[in-house]
């Protein structure tokens, strides 16, 4: 008996089809991942005048990513891996890699699902707007900063296999960028962690993101900051697939 083994194409449109089945069954955590950029974002409308819309509109966008990465994604893969259903697709005839990729594709679809709600949201509450090309630059330094903390949620959910581990370790991770990020950024915690705060993922990500949404800005530290976002991004995806690991066992 001849076994038929369907195209790598074929397999993905499904894995992705019940992937964003599953996302859409989870609707109240995707809520919340979309609601807590935009409560920032709503809160800051009086530092829009002081610091200007890219820089509550990238902070906000930030945040979401951060929220999407470690809350989202790195919890679903521990769960699903707890489950079993990783070790269940392993033995189909289907690639490892077209397993993470369909989870990735939807994640990268939230991201830009954050990134244009902030827009939205920043346009008719706050009465920021942007020019076309800073819309188009900021949605890829989203995609680029959003690729940061997937590969951070990988890397921890690589390195721990306790579903339970994972959740509160991504949510220390999160208060830590939040907190640091949001009151460094804001130079309410001193020099040295402003400093700190600005060269760390979360940092290097909200410069991009803010720079991208006036592109005439773009200067050799917002070049540093984007080598430095894909540098993050590169070793905590290498070392994320390094550690997988596809059962609990």
């Known amino acids: 008996m001849e076994t038929v083994i369907p195209k790598t194409s074929t397999v993905l449109a499904a894995l992705l089809k019940a992937d964003l089945t599953t996302q ?7 809520i919340l991942t979309l609601i807590v950029p935009v409560i920032i974002l709503m809160s800051w409308k009086g ?19 951060i929220a999407t990465g470690l809350m989202s994604y790195s919890n679903a893969i521990a769960r699903d891996r707890d489950k079993g259903i990783f070790q269940r697709l392993r033995v189909a005839p289907v690639a490892p890699w077209t397993i ?5 594709i939807v994640q990268m679809m939230m991201i830009l699902a954050i990134t244009t709600l902030v827009f939205i949201v920043g346009n008719n509450y706050d009465k920021i707007t942007l ?15 959003g690729a940061v903390y997937l ?13 339970e581990t994972v959740s509160s370790t991504t949510r220390l991770v999160y208060f830590v960028f939040i907190m640091v990020g949001m009151f ?30 006036e592109p005439g800005k773009w200067n050799s530290d917002t070049s540093t900051s984007l080598l430095l976002t894909i540098g993050y991004a590169l070793v905590f995806a290498t070392l994320g697939i390094k550690w997988f690991k596809w059962n609990t066992k």
């Open 24 to 30: 859409w069954r989870n609707r109240r955590a995707v």
């Open 47 to 65: 530092l829009v005048a002081a610091a200007g819309g890219p820089f509550v509109l990238s902070n906000s966008i930030t945040i979401g990513l």
């Open 151 to 163: 590969s951070l949620g990988q890397m921890i959910v690589g390195r721990i296999t306790s579903p």
């Open 100 to 104: 993470i990729l369909s989870r990735l």
């Open 184 to 213: 460094g950024e804001l130079n309410v915690l001193g020099k040295s962690v402003h400093d700190l705060e600005h060269w760390s993922p979360y940092g290097t990500v909200k410069t991009i993101v803010a720079v991208s949404m």
């Open 131 to 145: 020019t076309p090309a800073g819309y188009a630059f900021s949605y890829l330094t989203a995609i680029i900063g």
